[in-house]
């Protein structure tokens, strides 16, 4: 069977299992094909007509069988682009998502160009947020923390990878690890959802850890442990940023005031939802 047909049925597979639309169908197909084969999408484009040979066939059907499973395309390539950077993933790290590069500009107006700042991204996961603004911010001193020393050798290796040097990485539950030390920028994605959502026991978040997704009964219980130890460690002026659900501005608007923290800002995703509160400590 030649490429581009082995493509179109697959495509089609993955509409009639997965409820894809017809691009993320043909995208997934094209990628898991790309994978097995080892080849890039350049070299796909001009190969259409090749015939798959029977072993290419095989590798291909058993990475399709385990997207039609439900296992999320991001694991099935070990591999999942931020920002720019191609890291790696595994199912011991939340996948990087297209709205956290928010939280990632977010932080890149705070710290200028050329200069030092301390940097920490809290919840590290397979680094992406940390190995983003370090790659933007050569100057800036990045500290990367998780609770999963599984996660965190997936992000030192990442760092590796990319050849990125100015971050360090800590096994740490949040601040714990971290003593009295003080930072001008505190950034984290942490797990936000509350714990009875039913999104959690559908589609590729089942394969997601779940001590990265799941936070108590109103999803805030990390955001409430994080804004209230942060103020201890950031420098007279520095920010916190907090990546959150679509429902829960206020609320973290609210956390942060408790907490004394002074010009409460938000900022919109890609989909226009408040995606990232931050706020300004000042003693
Ligand atoms: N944004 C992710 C989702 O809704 C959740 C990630 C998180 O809890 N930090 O799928």
Same mark, same amino acid.
């Not at 350049?42 to 499973?69: I, P």
């Not at 609320?251 to 409460?264: G, M, N």
């Given at each position: 069977m030649s490429i581009r047909r082995r493509l179109t049925e697959a495509r089609k597979q993955l509409e009639a299992g997965l409820k894809l639309d017809g691009r993320e169908a043909a995208l997934e197909a094209r990628?898991?094909?790309?994978?097995?084969?080892?080849?890039?999408?350049?070299?796909?484009?001009?190969?259409?007509?090749?015939?798959?040979?029977?072993? $290419?066939?095989?590798?291909?059907?058993?990475?399709?069988?385990?997207?039609?499973?439900?296992?999320?395309? $991001?694991?099935?390539?070990?591999?999942?682009?931020f920002y720019g950077l191609d890291l790696t993933v595994s199912p011991d790290t939340l996948i990087p998502r297209p709205d956290t590069e928010t939280l990632v500009e977010a932080a890149l107006e705070r710290i200028p160009p050329n200069q030092s700042c301390k940097v920490l991204?809290?919840? /590290?996961? /397979?680094?992406? =947020?940390?190995?983003? =603004? $370090?790659?933007?911010?050569p100057d800036a001193e990045l500290t990367a923390v998780d609770f999963s020393g599984k996660a965190l050798n997936i992000a030192a290796g990442n760092?590796?990878?990319?050849? =990125?040097?100015?971050?360090?990485?800590?096994?740490?539950?949040w601040f714990t690890s971290l003593g009295g030390e003080t930072f001008d920028i505190i950034v984290s994605n942490p797990p936000y959802i509350a714990k009875t959502d039913p999104h959690l026991i559908q589609g590729d978040l089942r394969f997601e850890p779940m001590s990265a997704l799941a936070s108590g009964s109103d999803g805030l219980d990390d955001i409430r442990r994080i804004i209230a130890s942060a103020a201890g460690h950031l420098n007279q002026g520095g920010w916190l940023l907090l990546e959150h659900g679509y429902d829960q501005a206020a609320?973290? $608007?609210?956390?942060?005031?408790?907490?004394?923290?002074?010009?409460?800002a938000h900022k919109q995703d890609l989909a226009q939802i408040t995606r990232v509160s931050s706020g300004q400590f000042s003693c």
């Open positions: 990628l898991l094909l790309q994978e097995s084969l080892n080849v890039s999408h350049a070299w796909l484009l001009t190969h259409e007509d090749d015939a798959l040979t029977d072993d $290419a066939a095989r590798t291909f059907e058993d990475k399709l069988q385990r997207r039609l499973r439900g296992e999320p395309v $991001a694991y099935i390539l070990g591999q999942r682009e991204d809290l919840g /590290t996961g /397979t680094g992406a =947020i940390a190995l983003a =603004i $370090a790659s933007q911010r760092a590796k990878q990319l050849n =990125i040097r100015n971050v360090r990485f800590l096994q740490s539950d609320a973290v $608007a609210e956390l942060l005031q408790q907490h004394h923290f002074l010009e409460i």
